[in-house]
Each structure stands twice: as C-alpha cells, then as structure tokens.
C-alpha cells in the first residue's frame, strides 16, 4: 500500500466490510478498527482468519459467517466480561442466534450488523462504509462535496430514489426492495434514478431524503453515505434501524412504502429538530466506533 493511501482521510470513516479476496473489491482496506480488537476471527477470508493477540480477550470481532461463529462458540470458555462486535456480512442475527447464545453470558456487550430481529442482550450500530465505495467516488471529489456542503453551497431538496447500481438484482432477491421498486413505479411525485458515482454523490448532497429500502445485510453503504451528505434516510422499520436511531442516526421511519406521502414528510420537516450534522460525521468515523461502541478511551497502536 502507498504511503500517501495509508494516510488518506478517507480512513478516518468506519469500514468493517472488509473483502480482499473479492476481485470487485480489490483496493479495500482493512478499517483502522481492526486493530483495537484482541481476537478476530474472520473465517472464511484467509489474510484475517484468526489473530490472537490474548489468550483471555477484552474486545472481540468476529465475522458473521457461520464458519466464525462455530469458531467463537468453540473458544466461549476463554471468553469473560468481553465486548463482542459481530460484523462483515449480510447473515442476518435470526439465522445464527442459536450458535451466539452459548457466548452471550460470557459477554459485557454484544453488537450485532444485520439485526434482523428483537433481542434484548444485542444491540446494532452502524455498519459504516464499505472503502471500494468510497474509493470509486475519488478522494478529491469527495473532499470537495463536503467542503462544499460545509460552506452551505447546496440547497438541500426533495426525495433521491437512487439504488441498486451495483447489486441491482436484489431487487428480485429481497422483497422490501421490490415493494420499494414497485412505490416509485406507481408514484405520481416520485421517480427512481440511474447515477454514476459522482453524479450520485452530488443529487444526494442536493437531497433532503434519500429513498433507503433495507440491503442484503439490512444496512447498506447507502445509509452512512446520505449521512455524510447530511441527507436522512427514509426506511421501513426494523429493529436494526430502531436500535440505530435510539443512537441518534436520523430517519423517517414506516411501517410500510405505501405509508410515505408529502403530507408526512411536511410533518416530518415541521417537527424533526434539525440534526447535528458534524456531530453526526463523527458518529461515522473509527475514533467514535472505538470509543463509544468498544468502550475505549485513550487507547492508541
């Protein structure tokens, strides 16, 4: 890796999405985060597979792929008062609660990415970026975006309806992104649009909402990007989204697409305090994930 890639900025924002044996993502970086964990297991993926910086850990991270979760379950005795974070993949916390259950007394704090369903020792956070996203934007223009927004350059506007670019078949594969589909389709006051990516980047800085029907892994980049670009997301719920909005994430959440009207993003405008936006790019970065998710203060490496 080039010096002047280890020192970009773009590495201060959490990425755990890690993928270096997929040819698309080739030019990932592992997070930053990574390297405040004790334990990571992160089977099947060879370069990350297991590393044991304690024999008895404080912070784990473990991908959530079966195969590294049998893994956690196997060493659960070594474990005691640990903060566990699993992360990385789209498996959903109510295909793999059987095999966390035997750790959960073993831990302080467990998070979950893809939490899919009510559970009350497991709480969500953000899943951040995924670093290919970001790189494909380009780092130049991505600074300038932001720096532009800071300095109230755009006028912020309207709904965006703008996903699927890269995995545009889940909206076969997923029901709630089909049931998204089909709103835009047959909305009178809202169309659905195809952006390159600095195309999209700027329409989402201009954007007041962004349409963010739920992805593979429930998160998806798409939520952390709108963020960035002090746009809020629009959802239909889930308790993924409910544990990220107790933390202070913005969105307009329903019960259903059908539910979402003018009328109720007038409400929405009238009542919604308007967010902390530099608090809630901090929210997004390693520093704040480390601190405020692992509970570590005034840890370096």
Not at 34 to 56: G, I, N, Q
Not at 117 to 146: D, N, P, V
Not at 202 to 228: D, F
Request: glycine share 6%; net charge positive.
């Amino acid at each position: 890796m080039k010096a002047a890639e280890t020192n970009s900025p773009l590495r201060r924002f959490l990425h755990l999405r890690y993928k270096p044996k997929r040819e698309k993502f080739q030019g990932c970086d592992p997070c930053p985060a990574f390297d405040y964990f004790d334990w990571v297991l992160w089977a099947p993926d060879a370069r990350l597979f297991f590393r044991m910086r304690k024999l008895r850990p404080r912070y784990v991270l473990c991908l959530s792929h079966r195969r590294s979760l049998w893994v956690l379950k196997a060493l659960r005795f070594l474990l005691k008062d640990v903060t566990l974070v699993v992360a990385g993949e789209d498996t959903h916390l109510g295909k793999v609660e059987r095999l966390l259950t035997p750790v959960l007394p073993r831990c302080d704090k467990v998070y979950f990415e893809s939490k899919d369903i009510e559970h009350h020792a497991i709480k969500s956070f953000s899943m951040g970026f995924i670093s290919y996203y970001l790189k494909r934007l380009g780092e130049e223009k991505l600074t300038g975006i932001m720096v532009s927004l800071e300095n109230g350059h755009f006028q912020k506007t309207g709904v965006l309806a703008a996903w699927g670019a890269i995995w545009g078949q889940l909206d076969q594969k997923l029901p709630e992104r089909g049931e998204a589909a089909r709103f835009v389709e047959e909305s009178r006051w809202l169309k659905r649009e195809e952006l390159d990516p600095e195309d999209y980047l700027r329409r989402l800085a201009e954007s007041e909402y962004l349409l963010a029907p739920a992805g593979q892994g429930i998160q998806a980049p798409k939520l952390a990007e709108a963020w960035l670009m002090r746009t809020i997301p629009i959802v239909v719920r889930n308790p993924c989204f409910e544990d990220l909005q107790s933390q202070g994430y913005p969105f307009v959440m329903l019960d259903q697409w059908s539910d979402l009207t003018q009328e109720l993003l007038e409400k929405d405008r009238a009542n919604r305090t308007p967010p902390d936006w530099k608090e809630i790019e901090k929210m997004l970065t390693t520093d704040y994930f480390v601190r405020e998710v692992l509970g570590r203060v005034g840890v370096t490496r």
